[in-house]
């Protein structure tokens, strides 16, 4: 896990993989029989590891990239052979970020995911979505794309100190 938390989401640098919540399961077992081609010579050796991990939506660029990050950072610390599969169930969703990854974002000018998911679970973008403003934190502000730099966020814009943001969707 700690290995892990170094490893950064593509897509929203200021988190890293264990903030996003994505990681589901970590298996180490032992792995006597062996033979690996690369072997870093760490304590490690002779441990193999199944990282299992939720995308955070079907199709999300990112996850091939994360895949093989996970793979090498894993690989060069010693685990061998580490295999990382993906599970779609259950989804993941905004409220699996943690309270510190909120934080993280709020703080780098993102606006976390409203809390309300019940408000934005058909319709991810409605107005009446109190999207508060990263740097002011008024509530008084408009949605002018709905996709930002990246598909999983939103671009809006403060109307008290008309700052631009991008808003993390919920989903
Ligand atoms: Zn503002």
Redesign the pocket.
Known sequence: MKLLEGIPDPEVPVLNIIDLGIVRDVRVYPTPEVESNFVFHTDRNGLGVTVIITPTYVGCPAVDMIKATIQMTLTSAGYYPVEVRTTLFPAWTTEWLSEEARGKLEAFGIAPPNPVSSVCHLEPFQREEAVS?P????CHTEMISPFGSTACKAMYR?L??Q?PFDYFKCH
């Open positions: 403003c740097r002011c934190r008024s403060c008290d100190c700052e």
